[in-house]
């Protein structure tokens, strides 16, 4: 029996799903966030592997019954992972077509033809695809100044830290971050610069729960932020020259009800918006789209 991997890699988790070629059987594992610009190479390599090892037993079966495996990891495009990832995948399944690439690739698998995807999770990323030409935008982490779910919960803390001051009035979100830091956001600018991304990412839904409150600053935190994911989608739909498209959306920022509507209120195109519930269905179908 041959077999088919798809992994998908964020900053926050890894999902992975093997089917095998008669659709028969399927088996999902969920493990941490592989992109290495978080976790280290060595760290995302080995979380990959684990994928293909854990579901490979889960399915009975040996790494030869492989067919291929698809890798669409956020961070893929730095530092030759793609290659470092290819050359580790070739040895570990030596019968496999081995295909790795940025998580939007996954989303990109979802749909034929042009279009545009958009995902905002711990990071950001958006891609427009024209005849099989991509275009990338954004995505560029701590050098993009807004639109991902660690600038939303950055901004939190800074606005703590401002209301300390008085920058800002006491609100909502203040209690909100001062409760989940289990101190004032002033007695902890010590141990915040050591929080990762994804500890940082993990502020947001606090804004969330602020705006749905009728929070000024919440609401305007999440309006700056929202703004840049429409901007970027603005950009894509020049590259396509048309104002309606295909727009799959993902990730944990895209989740909450409060997002779609700002976003809708940027956007100068019309595009067909779709949220895609699981990436990792995508890196499936570009695994099978290997062979």
Excluded: W
């Excluded at 048309?242 to 700002?262: A, K, W, Y």
């Amino acid at each position: 029996m041959k077999y088919y991997i798809g992994i998908d890699g964020g900053g926050t988790k890894t999902a992975a799903v093997t089917q095998s070629e008669d659709k028969t059987i399927k088996q999902n594992v969920l493990l941490p966030g592989s992109n290495h610009y978080y976790c280290g190479m060595d760290e995302s390599l080995a979380i990959v592997r684990r994928a293909v090892e854990e579901l490979t037993a889960k399915v009975g079966a040996s790494f030869e019954e492989v067919a291929s495996v698809f890798v669409g990891i956020a961070g893929a495009t730095s530092d030759n992972y793609i290659g470092i990832c290819t050359e580790m995948l070739e040895k570990l399944l030596p019968n496999a077509k081995v295909g790795v690439n940025t998580d939007a690739a996954n989303l990109l698998a979802l749909f034929d033809g042009d279009g545009v995807v958009l995902i905002c999770g711990t990071g950001s990323i958006c891609f427009s695809r024209k005849s099989d030409q991509l275009k990338r935008i954004g995505g560029h982490a701590d050098l993009d100044p807004s639109g991902s779910g660690t600038h939303i919960g950055k901004a939190a803390i800074m606005l703590s830290l401002q209301v300390y001051d008085g920058r800002e009035p006491d609100c909502i979100l203040n209690e909100m971050v001062e409760k989940k830091l289990g101190d004032k956001a002033i007695n902890m600018t010590t141990v915040i610069p050591k929080y990762d991304r994804s500890q940082i990412a993990a502020f947001a839904p606090l804004v969330f729960d602020a705006a749905r409150q009728g929070d000024k600053a919440a609401l305007k935190i999440l309006d700056q932020n929202i703004e840049y994911l429409a901007h970027m989608v603005n950009t894509a739909a020049g590259y396509l020259s048309c104002n309606s498209f295909p727009l799959i959306v993902s990730g944990g920022i895209f989740r909450d009800e409060l997002t779609m509507p700002i976003l809708k209120k940027y956007l100068k195109c019309a595009p067909e918006i779709r949220f895609a519930d699981s990436q990792v269905e995508g890196a499936l179908r570009a695994a099978r789209n290997l062979i």
